[in-house]
């Protein structure tokens, strides 16, 4: 079927996946642009003619994801809808041989790395000069930073590596330069990225350097809130504490996935951390930041991962306390250690194991929530929505985390702007608010 004629090329960006999937995307539309371009990031006005999508590949639920979002488009493709389908990412990256086989109207795939390659397929030039800066796809006020690529762990269950390959530092002059220019865009909060943060400099300065990272971070100019994610516990260097204890602008807030508390079940995904000295950090972290708040996720269904097993995570999420909690449901991931294993956890199991622990985290979320009634924080306005102003604490993250909500009739607030707002009520995982200044 001849597809409808176009006095210019039109794109649109689709990203599946985590927050490092978007800060792609968000280089692939800047280089685009900058090559003059029209182009959009999910656009939903459905007048492109090119369609690139970014998918994930990371567990079952997000491949599916993926796969059908490439097949919707796949079918667009030959309604004639649009006229090229290109595909790039982690899915890409890692089943890009077979990809090409079941789906045949894909007109191009690349892999997570391979950038340069895609735009010189769409007849683009790389331009090296917008190295560190970048179309923002996220509100104004905030933007995620990536400090690396890439993870050098051996964790059993993941495919991180297969799809992004080894562990590879920015320099700190390059990530304080998209700082400054994220600054001059308006950007007020900007959340640190990677596999894995605590690894960073180890490969280009021999030595783990996001403390050094964060002191000059600090010092740039319109930044107000800096955020850290994904901090591997082992080996953690307390210098980070250090360098958020003294940085104002570093929000009391470290992102720390944990994954499991069971000495057995950590051995078998090769986390090089036991349950002792995972409290011992968590408890050495709190006592020098008394304040802070700190965000971990579990795995739930492991290989071989028994009630008692099971029970024994429980009871550590009782006992830390954690102020943020999410939970994965083991995917059985081909090419990863864990493959090996058998996947002997049911899904029912998983799901009742997943639901089970979060009731725990919601009760203790409830607790803390309780506890802030009366308080005054410092609050980011995210947005407006359903007659309320919703915003965040240094202690929320957006889309994952707790939020403020504040009565729009009864107060003003500007989107992007700070206030300070005094806590009334509280629920399980939100809070409600009135502006006090």
Request: charged share 30%.
């Amino acid at each position: 079927m001849k597809t409808k004629s176009h006095t210019k090329d039109k794109y649109n960006v689709i990203t599946l996946g985590c927050s490092k999937n978007l800060v792609d995307s968000e280089v692939l539309v800047s280089q685009l642009k900058f090559n003059d371009f029209e182009v959009e990031h999910q656009s939903e006005k459905k007048d492109a003619n090119i369609i690139i999508v970014n998918t994930c590949g990371f567990i079952d639920r997000a491949k599916e994801e993926s796969i059908n979002t490439i097949l919707e488009y796949a079918k667009q493709k030959e309604k004639g809808k649009i006229e090229k389908l290109y595909v790039t990412g982690c899915l890409s990256q890692r089943y890009k041989d077979d990809l090409e086989v079941e789906i045949p109207q894909v007109d191009a795939f690349f892999g997570t790395l391979e950038l340069p390659q895609l735009l010189k397929k769409l007849n683009a030039d790389y331009k090296h000069e917008l190295i560190g800066e970048r179309y923002l796809t996220t509100p104004q006020h905030y933007a995620y930073l990536k400090i690396s690529e890439g993870c050098n762990r051996t964790c059993t269950f993941c495919a991180i590596p297969i799809m992004r390959g080894k562990h590879v530092s920015k320099t700190i002059e390059d990530i304080v330069a998209e700082a400054k220019n994220l600054a001059k865009q308006g950007v007020k909060e900007i959340m640190l990225i990677a596999q894995e943060l605590t690894y960073y400099g180890l490969d280009i300065y021999k030595e783990r350097a996001l403390s050094k990272l964060l002191y000059q971070l600090n010092e740039v100019e319109g930044i107000e809130w800096i955020r850290l994610h994904y901090a591997y516990p082992s080996k953690f260097p307390l210098d980070i504490i250090d360098a958020i204890k003294a940085c104002d602008k570093v929000c009391n807030y470290l992102d720390i996935p944990l994954q499991h508390a069971n000495n057995n079940v950590l051995k078998r995904m090769q986390r090089q951390i036991t349950r002792e000295e995972t409290t011992e950090l968590i408890n050495e972290i709190r006592s020098r930041i008394p304040n802070i708040a700190i965000r971990t996720t579990m795995l739930v269904g492991f290989p071989g991962e028994t009630e008692e097993d099971f029970e024994d995570m429980c009871n550590f999420i009782r006992e830390m306390e954690f102020e943020r909690l999410g939970v994965f449901q083991y995917s059985h991931e081909d090419d990863t250690a864990a493959f090996g294993f058998e996947d002997d956890i049911d899904q029912d199991t998983k799901e009742e194991r997943a639901s089970r622990l979060m009731q725990i985290q919601q009760e203790i979320s409830f607790q803390k929530n309780e506890e802030k009634v009366g308080k005054t924080y410092k609050v980011l306005i995210d947005r407006k929505e359903g007659g309320y102003f919703i915003g965040r604490t240094e202690y929320d993250s957006p889309e994952v985390d707790n939020e403020i909500l504040i009565d729009a009739k009864k107060n003003y607030c500007r989107i992007g702007d700070f206030c300070e707002a005094k806590i009334y009520d509280a629920t399980d995982f939100d809070l409600y608010g009135e502006v006090v200044k």
